[in-house]
């Protein structure tokens, strides 16, 4: 294009007036676009987006050895959407980034950022509808730790049967707790989790003071079931249930067991591979769960305040 507008130049027309020209034919180009280019000048936007580039590759991938061989694989910051992305390369690389830089070179590399999908209902509520009231009412803020912890579990699939995953979250610092991985529905899926919880914040030196704990789930049997509900009890832990089938009363759970679903099940950032046994996905969570308390950012860290600092705040 830069020779065809040299010719015409030679042959006595004005540059304006090749640009018209070419742009009744629909070709576009600017006339401070030639001039720049023969002038050998780089625009300011070019090389920003370079950067940009730069930066969301190195982000996004890493290079690691697998079976003899050096591999590019995608990092967990890869499953970023574009805010999530603009966040972590304005904190780590290039403070001054645009959302639109950013945008350009994620759809420059193929990179668009994971999306959640509907899952199936696992929810089987009690027969009697005897249950704790909602202390929530889906009002999903704590003063401090140890304040709320919300819980409920999901399900993965493997090639020797079903895996049910459950989930403790602070809702202070939406910090994941403690967590437990077995084959089956019974009780002990989500009484052991409890124990975990209390036992490390024992550990850390931060016990859970009887009657200042709140403990939400929605109305699964296993939420409502004696042994349960005495293990509250004989902790001082307030317990409380949300409404049966309706997933707003403890939406903070549903939104958790859909990132787990979709960054760490879905995907083959934390395991490259079929899902054979329980081991797989007790291998896999654990590494998600220890990206998502330490590096993952979250709404609230990706604009006030880091996963590092948010974690500093459960402590």
């Not at 020209?21 to 676009?33: M, P």
């Not at 940009?52 to 890493?62: E, K, P, S």
Request: charged letters at 25%.
């Amino acid at each position: 294009m830069l020779g065809f507008i040299d010719t015409m130049r030679a042959e006595g027309h004005a540059v304006e007036s090749i640009i018209r020209v070419l742009h009744a034919q629909g070709v576009k180009i600017a006339a401070r676009t030639y001039r720049a280019h023969r002038q050998g000048i780089v625009a300011a936007r070019t090389i920003t987006d370079a950067q940009v580039q730069d930066a969301v590759r190195a982000a996004a991938w890493t290079i690691v050895e697998r079976n003899g061989t050096m591999r590019r694989v995608l990092t967990p910051e890869g499953l970023y959407g574009r805010r999530k992305m603009t966040a972590l390369i304005r904190r780590t690389t290039i403070p001054g980034a645009s959302r639109g830089a950013v945008d350009r070179a994620m759809r420059g590399l193929g990179l668009s950022g994971i999306r959640r999908d509907k899952s199936i209902r696992t929810t089987i509520p009690a027969k009697d509808g005897v249950r704790a009231g909602d202390l929530l009412n889906r009002d999903f803020t704590a003063p401090r730790p140890d304040h709320t912890w919300v819980m409920d579990f999901t399900y993965c699939r493997t090639w020797a049967g079903w895996v049910y995953v459950a989930f403790i979250v602070d809702v202070y610092s939406q910090r994941i707790v403690a967590w437990h991985a077995q084959t089956t529905k019974q009780v002990e899926l989500v009484m052991i989790p409890v124990r975990m919880a209390l036992w490390e914040r024992a550990r850390d030196g931060h016990p859970v003071q009887p009657e200042q704990l709140r403990a939400h789930s929605d109305a699964g049997s296993q939420y409502v079931s004696l042994a349960y509900t005495e293990k509250l009890a004989l902790d001082g832990i307030a317990p409380s249930i949300g409404s049966v089938g309706d997933a707003f009363d403890n939406a903070l759970m549903e939104t958790i067991n859909g990132l787990y679903k979709t960054e760490c099940i879905r995907t083959t950032v934390f395991h490259d591979g079929p899902y054979r046994t329980i081991a797989d996905v007790e291998f896999t969570t654990a590494g998600w769960v220890d990206w998502y308390n330490t590096r993952r950012l979250h709404p609230r860290a990706a604009t006030r305040i880091g996963a590092a600092e948010n974690l500093g705040r459960f402590t």
